[in-house]
């Protein structure tokens, strides 16, 4: 556009002469709302695209819930319940085979996020052994199980303890597909089967942690009844009574009993007591629960607890009950002074709040330190005496050392008519020899050698 101005002609017109126009674009309706708005420029506005944002953000977080909850599904195990432990040995188990072999038909994603337990044994003799078991960690860990990806979120509380056992709470929570929800149950079955699988013909120790009843140690492999010799007709006697017991069950119910039963095995150290029990467990496929009195911080209470919730078929042993109450006052070696009274005792064994299905055994060297309210009928219902070691018995004992290690017949004979009378002998002087004693001699020596040092064994019987 040219100014007004007379131009002379054949000249060019100055840069200043000529305006660049302007294209004239029109104001949208965002922009004029902005702009031209009162309310939006006083604050309003700014409050309301807040609003509006979380309003979005919230839609978002609601769609997402529901889509979560509609396509997956979560399941959560809590450490008090058995699968716990079922679990996390599984995926140990599943993790061990994968770094043993290369190829899985249901892989697993190996966890770098572990935990030890460890399992220590100690032994009567002072020695001890450990068992380091790895299981996935607090964390997130991923596996896969015949196909289907699952979440596995092990989390921790620290902040919180169970009161009676000290130990934090933890809950496991696995996540999958809505659709394979199915796998769960054959999951924990297969982790229970695992399990299992692992006490199938052995005996499991049980022993008090707080108010609970937990496996010590490894499963241990079951004694054949027959390995334990005892006099002619015992062994045969109890392991009637208990079977007796246990087919008894509804004629307990019928006549109003409390279905449980107590035995007294009493006699000299070495004697067979406490492996006679092992034995008699692992042949009724029974577990046993280890029931120390001496522990501290076992009261009255807990004592209730643990007597009303032992493991189903299982044997509950208490050790030297002679010495855990001795005149009524339970005090252990160092001094101490347990916490459970003898008449809290009593009542958890027979009293209205004890709980039923139930057989105790209780082992005494010293019968006669035994207060009679302890062993009376009802608490006790059956005392065997397990003696020191008879001629027969010491035959026995020797023909199953030496009679299949490829020794003559005619030695082996030999050998045991002689290690008879060196037993009748003693005996008639009023010398005695263990069980233990004896099977130790056989296990270090060869037939004649052990004939010819048993008479070493030999003690004077205690007045």
């Not at 770094?99 to 100690?122: A, G």
């Amino acid at each position: 556009m040219l100014r007004n101005a007379p131009v002379s002609s054949g000249a060019l017109p100055s840069p200043l002469d000529i305006v660049t126009p302007t294209s004239a674009t029109p104001p949208t309706f965002l922009s004029t709302f902005l702009n031209d708005n009162p309310y939006f420029q006083a604050g309003f506005g700014l409050m309301a695209l807040g609003v509006g944002l979380t309003a979005l953000r919230q839609g978002v977080v609601i769609g997402t819930t529901t889509l979560r909850r509609r396509m997956l599904v979560t399941l959560e195990i809590n450490n008090k319940d058995k699968a716990y432990e079922w679990f996390l040995a599984w995926m140990s188990h599943q993790n061990t085979l994968q770094t043993s072999k290369s190829r899985l038909l249901t892989p697993l994603t190996r966890s770098h996020q572990l935990s030890v337990e460890t399992t220590v044994e100690q032994r009567k003799n002072g020695s001890s052994s450990a068992l380091f078991k790895l299981v996935a960690g607090p964390g997130t860990h991923y596996v896969q199980y015949k196909g289907a990806w699952m979440q596995v979120k092990r989390e921790r509380e620290t902040r919180s303890m169970q009161l009676m056992s000290g130990i934090p709470w933890e809950t496991v929570t696995l996540t999958t597909l809505s659709r394979d929800r199915r796998l769960f149950p054959e999951l924990l079955t297969e982790a229970r089967d695992l399990a299992m699988r692992g006490q199938e013909g052995k005996l499991v120790i049980h022993t008090a942690w707080g108010i609970e009843w937990r496996p010590f140690g490894q499963p241990r492999l079951k004694r054949p009844l027959q390995s334990v010799v005892l006099a002619p007709g015992l062994a045969e006697n109890i392991e009637y009574d208990v079977k007796a017991f246990l087919d008894r069950r509804q004629w307990y119910a019928d006549r109003g009993i409390p279905y449980r039963r107590g035995y007294l095995l009493h006699g000299p150290p070495g004697s067979g007591k406490t492996s006679f029990i092992q034995a008699l467990a692992g042949n009724l496929s029974y577990d046993i629960c280890l029931l120390n009195l001496s522990e501290r911080g076992l009261a009255d209470d807990k004592l209730f607890h643990l007597l009303s919730n032992a493991p189903e078929r299982s044997f509950i042993l208490i050790e030297d009950i002679d010495a855990a109450f001795n005149k009524r006052v339970q005090t252990s070696e160092d001094g101490y002074q347990s916490s459970i009274t003898f008449s809290g005792f009593l009542n958890a064994l027979d009293g209205v709040a004890s709980g039923e299905e139930r057989i105790i055994f209780m082992t005494t060297n010293h019968v006669e330190k035994l207060d009679s309210a302890l062993i009376r009928p009802g608490r006790v219902d059956l005392i065997e005496k397990i003696d020191d070691a008879t001629a027969e018995q010491a035959t026995i004992l020797f023909d199953r050392f030496y009679g299949e290690q490829g020794t003559q017949d005619s030695l082996v004979k030999e050998f045991s008519t002689t290690l008879s009378n060196i037993v009748k002998e003693e005996m008639a002087n009023g010398r005695r020899v263990s069980m233990a004693a004896l099977q130790g001699l056989f296990i270090r020596n060869e037939a004649g050698d052990a004939v010819t040092k048993c008479r070493d064994l030999f003690t004077p019987k205690p007045s």
